[in-house]
């Protein structure tokens, strides 16, 4: 489980996926896909606010997979974090709506 998957539904782009004429193979792809570029996203927004050192720790947090560490670190160390993840991925999110509504129509 990712340390953001309270904060982030997915769910709607799913379903979005469901509307296209693809294999479940090719969704499966997809959505594991939208899953990777998300979590790319939220990483950049959290790495951005932090420092060099900052950065060290927390990839060591979650590489370590301790979700406790992970948000009292991230708490301390940017004001708003979970706000400014949620702002990230609904940016993200709402992108890949507009490309998945892009993709119905030519299909």
Same mark, same amino acid.
């Given at each position: 489980? +990712?340390?953001?998957?309270? =904060?982030?539904?997915? @769910?709607?782009?799913?379903?979005? =996926? ?7 193979? @090719?969704?499966?792809? &997809?959505?594991?896909? !939208? ?11 959290? &790495?951005?606010?932090?420092?060099? #050192?900052?950065?060290?720790?927390? !990839?060591?947090h &979650?590489?370590?997979?301790?979700? @406790? ?9 940017? #004001?708003?974090?979970? #706000?400014?993840? +949620?702002?990230?991925? +609904? ?7 507009k ?9």
């Amino acid at each position: 489980m +990712k340390f953001y998957s309270h =904060l982030i539904e997915i @769910e709607s782009i799913i379903l979005e =996926l469901d509307h296209l004429d693809l294999s479940d193979k @090719e969704k499966k792809h &997809l959505a594991s896909l !939208i899953d990777d570029n998300l979590h790319q996203c939220i990483l950049d927004a959290v &790495l951005s606010h932090l420092t060099p #050192e900052d950065k060290k720790t927390f !990839i060591n947090h &979650l590489n370590a997979k301790d979700q @406790e560490k992970i948000w009292e670190f991230l708490n301390n160390k940017v #004001e708003n974090i979970e #706000e400014k993840i +949620k702002v990230a991925a +609904k940016d993200l999110k709402t992108k890949i709506h507009k490309d998945l509504k892009i993709a119905k129509r030519i299909s």
